[in-house]
């Protein structure tokens, strides 16, 4: 008899599609299934010139992206989403803690940090759009979110 499954969390209110950028296969994959199967709409690409490309700001809520990507890098793509959508989420995941420029970014992820760090980041990020004040949310290596 198969094992009952344990409730899924909806998506976060408010955000219906993520852009996600990152260049490493297993991270990209693993995020996308993950996401998906929590209901979010997921596009994915590996480089930011792609990125640049797919984004669409009606469709886009929020851009996660990998700081080290070739090329341009992921702070360099948050300024660039910012500055075609100021209300696109823009989500770093970064391998070192947060870059000094923070100011294109909603959120710092650290590498490392579980899959589910980014579902409570995405969740974090809803409820905060509300409010006035404009903040960037770093996630610490080790953190996750409760399930």
Known sequence: MPKPRSPVK????????????????????????TLTNLGYQVEV????????TLFD??????VVTDD????????????IIKLR???????LVAERGAPA????????????AAVWGLTDVLQRLAVARACPQ????????????AR
């Open 10 to 33: 909806p998506p976060a209110p408010g955000v219906k599609c993520v852009l996600l950028v990152v260049d490493d296969d297993a991270a990209r994959l693993t995020a996308k299934w």
């Open 45 to 52: 690409t590996r480089c930011a010139e792609e990125a640049l």
């Open 57 to 62: 700001p009606a469709l886009h809520d929020v």
């Open 68 to 79: 080290t990507l070739a090329g341009i890098t992921g702070t360099e793509l948050g300024h």
């Open 85 to 91: 959508s100021p209300r696109t989420r823009v989500v």
């Open 101 to 112: 420029d923070r100011s294109c970014l909603d959120a710092v992820l650290e590498k490392g």
């Open 134 to 145: 404009r903040r960037t949310l770093i996630v610490p290596h080790g953190t996750q979110a």
